[in-house]
């Protein structure tokens, strides 16, 4: 399989995952313009599934003397499977949310606050898995983009009032969704070998851990996704008919773009982390909120019509999002 040896090629990998994990979501903006974000889901699902095997048995599988994806699938065991698969059912029911998040409150509102959460707490909670780095730096870092999250919510708190019961729901759901999130990652390598370039017996090469990951995600899709088409935060219930009924070939494939471009993140995130450390690497990665947070304020313009004085709040929270990243970076080098 394909590893890394140096820490800048991680960190460049760690700044495509940020990109894809900051912009999948345009692709879900995308598809609810004609039909509900449930529906979207499925596509998702599979999306992701769809690129973790086609990684598994492209990068995955050549040259080396590490295991190829087959031999290093065939030989694990049952905890580190469970592992990886239940990092994926974690994962789907936060992403879930924070997707209906979105949904509700925007990729402007939902995402810094979300991931945000899940950077914080999944940075430390990494960092106890392997503690490696510069821990002042690290931390000054996970604290600066607290502050930025902060300055996100009072540049929120400038809109205009009208919906505003709903969109605070969209908070809250961000929050929790946000803490689940947080947790996922650390369950995932937990069933990964410790070193790369030498495979342990029991435990999943990065490859094959994407793939199990991907495998809980979808599965977990039939229960979480179920429930909130049965049970939608905002609206009426989703048949499942629908998916059928008014999807097309074009609204499928935006699902299915979405699911590839957040796991192209996942795998080269998941690879980085070997060099990175688990802690910076999924630090790094979930510096996604500033790339979403353009897309919700430049592209989707979701500030439009907020009152003066709030380009600023936002201008100073994408400040500190990048002096935040700096410092996790460093804190490795």
């Known amino acids: 399989m394909v ?10 990998m760690c700044f495509i995952t940020m990109l894809c994990w900051g912009s999948w979501a345009n692709t879900q903006k995308l598809a609810t313009k004609e039909w509900k974000f449930q529906l979207f889901y ?27 994806f087959i031999a290093d699938i065939s030989q694990v065991t049952a905890t580190a499977f469970l592992f990886a698969f239940a990092g994926g059912i974690v994962f789907n029911l936060a992403n879930i949310l924070l997707v209906a998040a979105i949904d509700i409150a925007g990729l402007a509102v939902a995402f810094p606050i979300g991931i945000g959460i899940a950077l914080v707490e999944g940075v430390i ?3 106890i898995l392997d503690p490696k780095g510069n821990p002042v730096l690290l931390f000054a870092g996970v604290l600066a983009i607290m502050i930025a999250i902060i300055i996100d919510a009072l540049a929120y708190k400038k809109l205009p009032t009208e919906g505003q019961k709903t969109i605070g729901k969209g908070i809250i759901i961000s929050i929790v969704a946000g803490i689940l999130m947080g947790l996922f990652y650390y369950l995932v390598q937990k069933g990964i070998v410790a070193d790369f370039a030498t495979p342990e017996a029991g435990k999943l090469g990065p490859y094959a851990a994407v793939v199990v990951f991907s495998l809980g995600l979808l599965a977990s899709s039939f229960l979480w996704n179920s429930i909130v088409m049965a049970k939608p935060f905002v609206g009426e219930p989703v048949p499942f008919s629908d998916y059928f009924k008014k999807g097309n070939p074009k609204l499928h494939l935006i699902g299915i773009l979405g699911g590839v ?4 993140g996942m795998s080269f995130n998941i690879i980085a982390s070997d060099r990175a450390t688990p802690a910076i690497s999924y630090g790094l990665g979930q510096g996604a909120t500033m790339i979403a947070a353009f897309w919700g304020v430049f592209i989707w313009k979701e500030f439009k019509t907020a009152p003066a004085g709030t380009n600023k709040l936002l201008a100073l929270m ?16």
Not at 44 to 68: D, K
């Open 42 to 68: 499925w596509d998702y699902s599979i999306g992701v599934l769809l690129l973790s095997l086609i990684m598994a048995f492209t990068m995955g599988s050549m040259g080396g003397s590490e295991r190829s």
């Open 3 to 12: 590893i890394i040896e140096s820490y800048p090629l991680a960190v460049v």
């Open 318 to 333: 994408f400040v500190f999002y990048l002096v935040g990243l700096t410092l996790i970076i460093t804190a490795r080098s």
């Open 261 to 264: 471009i957040w796991c192209i």
């Open 125 to 127: 909670i990494n960092y």
